[in-house]
């Protein structure tokens, strides 16, 4: 059974981790209600990912999405995507 879940409140270390940067994000005088973040911690069991300021999942997926892309091409890249699965 898989072990991944949303919650509007930190789980587990790793999202109380998460959560610590987006209060300390906020806290900033650069800050403003229009900053989107996504913070994502890893190691090599687990992860967390913490999304602040998106409306919805989808908008936070095309934003890291076309991060990754500039991270491929500044790398000589190029990020492709096929679709896998029923269609």
Known sequence: MSDERR???PHDRFTR???AMIV???TQTEYDADVKCIVFLN???RG????????????????LLIHLRAIFRS?????????IGKG
């Open 24 to 26: 300390t994000l906020v």
């Open 75 to 83: 790398n000589g890249q190029e990020l492709l995507f096929a679709p």
């Open 7 to 9: 919650s509007a409140e």
């Open 17 to 19: 981790l998460c959560d």
């Open 43 to 45: 190691d090599d069991e």
């Open 48 to 63: 967390g990912l913490v999304l602040h300021g998106y409306e919805d999942d989808a908008e936070a997926i095309s934003d």
